[in-house]
């Protein structure tokens, strides 16, 4: 059985200040929650507000990005061990958006998934396709070299303390969501990639988390998706109300 997720993405929005109201509101409303984890992604200047947050609760907190190296001369960048000792227990690897503006590639997402796990992290690795890739008919070609070229160089042990979340460009920020039957096509595509690529175990364990305009009005309908394992929210992750509500979805 794999325990849902619902993650929130808050990209560069929310200073400390709105970080910690959105935190007053949001931890008492989701108290009684077990049956998803919860993870929130503050920008880093917001992580220690939203970790001091979270304790004594069973919310999680992500960085948005890390680099590889443990340390160096790599202005503007913060390392595994540096967000561990701030009391993440996770990190984003290779969103959309940062393989759109800022360089990322397959092999960038490899290093940092690695390092992540090195650090003792759970790496959550987006992929997904653009809408071109989508109707050029390529969107299967593009996860299988986005699974086999990012996460080629982990062993299954290091695999099954990933959690990948699928996420078509075409609906992130979009309002344009996947259908349901669509997301879990994609999801059964990158389990069906993950078990030639490591065992058919590490497949049936992985959880994979759907992206792109999750809303309160429709995360039931994906969550009943058989492969679909949990969300990773933008847009809706912000105010505090909305994202109670898809974290609620079966309550
Ligand atoms: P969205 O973003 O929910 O605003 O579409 C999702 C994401 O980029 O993770």
């Known amino acids: 059985m794999r325990k849902a997720v619902i993650a929130g ?3 560069m929005f929310k200073t400390r200040s709105e970080a910690r109201a ?3 509101v949001f931890a008492p409303k989701v108290a009684g929650v ?3 984890e919860i993870i929130i992604a503050p920008p880093f200047t917001a992580l220690t507000t939203v970790i001091e947050a979270t304790q004594g609760t069973r919310i999680a907190v992500a960085a948005q990005n890390l680099h590889w190296e443990k340390e160096g001369a790599f ?8 967000i561990v000792e701030l009391g993440c227990h996770a990190v984003i690897v290779g969103h959309s958006e940062r393989r759109q503006y800022f ?7 490899r290093k940092k998934a690695r390092a992540a796990l090195a650090a003792g992290l759970t790496p959550i690795v987006c992929i ?5 890739e989508r109707e050029a008919g390529e969107t299967d070609a593009v996860l299988k070299r986005q699974i086999s070229g990012g996460l080629a160089a982990l062993t299954v042990e290091e695999f099954s303390r990933i959690l990948v979340a699928y996420e078509p460009i075409w609906a992130i920020g979009t309002g344009q969501t996947a259908t349901p039957a669509i997301a879990a096509s994609a999801h059964r595509l990158i389990r069906q990639q993950v078990s030639e690529q490591f065992t058919t175990e590490s497949a049936a364990q992985l959880r994979i988390l759907y992206g792109g305009s999750v809303k309160p009005e429709n995360i039931s309908a994906l969550m009943a998706e058989d492969d679909i394992d949990g969300a990773l929210v933008g847009g809706a992750s912000l105010d505090a109300q ?3 509500s898809i974290v609620k979805y079966p309550m």
């Open 9 to 11: 993405n808050w990209k």
């Open 22 to 24: 959105f935190m007053d």
């Open 34 to 36: 077990n049956h998803c």
């Open 75 to 82: 202005t503007g960048e913060i390392s595994a061990p540096m």
């Open 103 to 109: 360089g990322e590639t397959d092999s960038t997402v």
């Open 128 to 132: 997904g396709e653009t809408s071109q």
């Open 242 to 244: 909305s994202f109670a």
